[in-house]
């Protein structure tokens, strides 16, 4: 494995563990905020920490007004519809059920892949995709999928969602040929700011409680939520997630946002003490070997000198 394939899986592997505690904390800020207001001071909070290095003079954009639309379009589909299309359509249908939807994230980067990057993968590789898939997939199913029919409303949002980021996924692997991963991810982080405190400040104004947009401040775990999902789950993996698509390709690295329900899963069990049961082992070694073995045999094998 080379310098730079290394960099890329070490990025991946770093974005799950992040991802996967930011579970934790959404829990935890929810406790005192509405959910759109919750992702306005996020992404308020990633724009500001992106804004230090630019402000001090440490790195300049470089990229002119041409350069926008097509870096406009890669942050609407992520964060903009991946999180706008998530947070309502969990109005509709469960966390489960949108869990297992979103676990199809990796098959459906590998298809957007194969078409518009030509990207090749074995029936090896493919499989082994699938058992990280249904890794995850189980261990959502058995957490309470819902009996009692499909609200349809929910599932499509939640498709859309996950489309948006399978796209973006492969969007922003074509990108990264042409500009580096923090410009990428600066304009992205602003473009949801704008975007989300623009709705919460909205619906706030119509409902005439804009100070309850400001009133979670007052509570410390809120703000220690909003600073890890703001600085690291938004502004970080937004940054790691380019910085290892331009080393990894597009599936590889989607299969390792599994990761990020392995570590969810343990960071319950471990500080808000929720219980451990057998699918979620099972579940969790599916989902490692899975990652793995993708990884495994994606990589270039060496003939020999005979050859």
Known sequence: MDTRTAQGYAAATLQSLVIGFSFMFVVLALRSSQPLDLLSWRFAVAFVGASVPLALGL??????????PPIVLAGLLYPVSFFAFQVWGLVYITSSEAGIIQACIPIFTLVLARVFLAERTTLVQNGFVVLSVAGVAL????????????????????????????????????????????????????????????????????????????????????????LYLGVLSSLGTSFLAVYSLARLEAYKVSVFGNLAIVVSVLAGFAFLGETLYWYHGVGVVAVLVGVAATGYFGQPRHRGAAD
């Not at 790195?59 to 926008?68: A, K, Q, T």
């Not at 949002?157 to 600066?186: C, D, E, H």
């Open 59 to 68: 790195w300049r954009p470089g990229i002119g007004w041409r350069d926008l």
């Open 139 to 226: 261990i959502f199913a058995m957490n309470g999928l819902g009996v009692e029919g499909y609200d349809f409303r929910g599932l499509a949002l939640i498709l859309g969602s996950t489309l948006s980021i399978a796209a973006y996924n492969v969007l922003a692997r074509k990108m990264t040929r042409r500009y580096t991963p923090f410009t990428l991810t600066y304009v992205m982080t602003g473009l949801g700011f704008l975007v989300f405190m623009g709705a919460s400040l909205g619906v706030r104004a119509a409902e005439g409680s804009l100070a309850g947009l400001f009133s979670p401040w007052s509570d410390p775990e809120f703000a220690l939520s909003v």
